[in-house]
């Protein structure tokens, strides 16, 4: 099963919201459930991107890649890289994946490649 990125449309204005939050930014909108999930596009531009190198002894990993898309509606989202050499301005894909795993636990997030 593929997991989706899903952003919150307001009911009264249509302003797109990413992540949810419990009030429009568009019109002021205080009702809870006045938003509905839609799932957001897979495909954008790096906007940019850093590496960290210093990781807590959990992460199996040299380093990770961390970096900001402009999804193809202008959403823009924080998610890992699985890029080896990222470029500001690059076409991406992504979708929600396991991002770390731990003996009894696995953790989802963003993850984006090479388009």
């Known amino acids: ?21 419990m009030r429009c930014k568009g019109c002021g909108n205080l009702e809870f459930f006045e938003f509905d999930p839609e799932p957001l596009p897979a495909a954008g531009t790096l906007v ?4 960290v190198h210093n990781l807590p002894a959990e992460y199996e990993v040299a380093r990770l890649g961390l970096g900001v898309v402009e999804l193809e509606d202008g959403t823009r989202v ?38």
Not at 87 to 93: C, D, K, L
């Open 78 to 115: 924080v998610g890992q890289l699985d890029i080896d050499h990222p470029t500001m301005g690059m076409p991406v894909t992504g979708g929600v994946e396991v991002v770390r795993r731990e003996a009894y636990r696995d953790y989802w997030g963003f993850v984006f490649h090479a388009a």
């Open 1 to 21: 099963m593929q997991r989706r990125i899903y952003g919150y449309r307001c009911r009264v204005c249509g302003t797109l919201h990413y992540p949810f939050r």
């Open 48 to 51: 940019t991107f850093t590496h």
